[in-house]
């Protein structure tokens, strides 16, 4: 069965600090992949997808970027954190079914 | 666009009284639809699911939905809740899941609580 590894499950970050959250997946090849953010009172937000390596549609402007260097592998990263990027972030894929990871509660101080 | 619109943000209803949570939705094509639920601090679980077939669609938890081509909704019901019911949930909408370049968009979500 497909399967996603996202870690930290917690981080606490200043501001201005660099940031990369990687999930990695198992069970499926050539998955599409996906970043969701869900801040503070407000739903899943679509912030990145990715069809393929090297692939990747922004859904959002923001401090955020994200990169698949491998099939399997799927990163979320910034240069300077801002408070408005915490929040609780979701990996997903989708092959035979949607699969979520279990998610990283960001904060940023 | 492919959107959903969840029009109650919050919920409240007594232990054992039935349950519906509104969801609809806008995609251009054939929808695969999505509830999912969230605990406080803790991720998503999947409670069901419908991409074709019966438009009523049971899941975990004794919950059920009923997909409505026509009004464009997909609603969530359960007859008699319970405490633990207490949660946030997202209606979500998708194309097939290999499709290429599909993206599965959620709703804003709607927090039920249960008052005993």
């Known amino acids: 069965s497909q399967t996603i590894h996202q870690w930290p499950a917690t981080l606490v970050q200043p501001v201005g600090s660099p940031l990369s959250l990687e999930c990695t997946v198992e069970?499926?090849?050539?998955?599409?992949l996906y970043w969701y953010r869900q801040a503070a009172g407000r739903g899943l937000q679509l912030l990145f997808y990715?069809?393929?390596?090297?692939?990747i549609s922004s859904e959002v402007p923001q401090n955020l970027s994200a990169s698949r260097p491998q099939d399997r592998q799927f990163i979320l990263s910034s240069k300077k954190l801002l408070l408005s990027d915490s929040g609780f972030y979701l990996c997903?894929?989708?092959?035979?079914?949607?699969?979520f990871g279990s998610g990283t509660r960001l904060t940023v101080v | 666009a492919q959107s959903v619109t969840q029009p109650d943000i919050h919920i409240t209803v007594s232990e054992g009284a039935s349950l519906e949570l509104r969801c609809n939705y806008s995609?251009?094509?054939?929808?695969?639809l999505f509830w999912y639920v969230q605990s406080p601090g803790q991720g998503l679980q999947l409670l069901l699911k419908?991409?074709?077939?019966?438009?009523l669609v049971q899941g975990i938890k004794g919950f059920e939905a009923e997909f409505k081509r026509s009004q464009s909704s997909f609603n969530l019901r359960k007859p008699s809740v319970h405490w633990s019911d207490a949660a946030e949930y997202f209606c979500?909408?998708?194309?097939?899941?290999?499709?290429?370049?599909?993206?599965?968009?959620f709703g804003a979500g709607t927090i039920l609580r249960v008052k005993s």
């Open positions: 979500a909408v998708g194309g097939r899941p290999n499709g290429y370049g599909n993206k599965l968009v």
């Open positions: 990715s069809v393929g390596i090297g692939q």
């Open positions: 419908y991409f074709s077939g019966d438009t």
């Open positions: 997903a894929l989708s092959g035979f079914g949607y699969t």
């Open positions: 995609y251009g094509a054939t929808p695969y």
């Open positions: 069970g499926t090849s050539n998955p599409n």
